[in-house]
């Protein structure tokens, strides 16, 4: 237990402050270790471990990162030369969205605070684990279940304005829900 004397900055009559402050020992038995304590994907599944659900999230924005840049390749590919190469030009916009989408919201914007957040910040400021790691592991599921539900709108049919859906183009296109 560390102490610190704490002191006013007038000097008065009264007592220094004692200041109590509990730091966690650090672990250094190899079996605790989080990628050796269960095996299995259920394991991982089930798992209220900031770390393993950290490198599920990396997992999964790695994954998108890879489908987001699959698709870039597909978009470039198209503009190899003038006119229809590989898709029509309506399949190019959709392409275009879901690109877009892909890479701003299910990778650029998760990316920092739930990979970094998640697996660094509780061992910075000395955390044993999260506030509520039954609540992180949720919002991992409802962010695959967000990704899957934008995936399959934009794929069944879904839209063609840009990721950005601005009024000009997404009132004029074949697919503009307003008219």
């Not at 002191?7 to 402050?21: D, I, M, N, R, W």
């Not at 998108?64 to 030369?81: N, P, S, Y």
């Not at 790691?133 to 069944?156: D, E, H, K, V, W």
Request: glycine fraction near 8%; hydrophobic fraction near 45%; charge should be neutral.
């Amino acid at each position: 237990m560390a102490t610190a004397e704490i002191t006013s900055g007038a000097e008065t009559k009264s007592q220094p402050q004692t200041l109590s402050v509990q730091r966690f020992p650090v672990n250094e038995d190899e079996s605790q270790s989080y990628l050796k304590a269960e095996k299995g994907l259920w394991a991982w599944m089930t798992t209220v471990d900031h770390k393993k659900i950290g490198l599920m999230y990396l997992a999964a924005i790695t994954f998108f990162f890879t489908m987001g840049g699959i698709m870039a390749l597909l978009i470039r590919t198209e503009l190899i030369a003038p006119g229809p190469t590989i898709m029509n030009a309506e399949a190019y916009n959709r392409l275009f969205t879901l690109h877009g989408t892909i890479m701003i919201f299910l990778f650029l914007v998760p990316s920092i605070p739930t990979v970094l957040g998640n697996f660094f910040l509780p061992m910075q400021i000395g955390a044993k684990d999260v506030a509520f790691p039954r609540l992180n592991l949720a919002s991992f599921y409802i962010y695959l279940l967000g990704a899957g539900i934008t995936l399959y709108a934009i794929i069944s049919g879904g839209v063609d304005t840009g990721w950005t859906f601005y009024t000009p183009y997404s009132t004029s296109t074949n697919t503009a829900s307003c008219p």
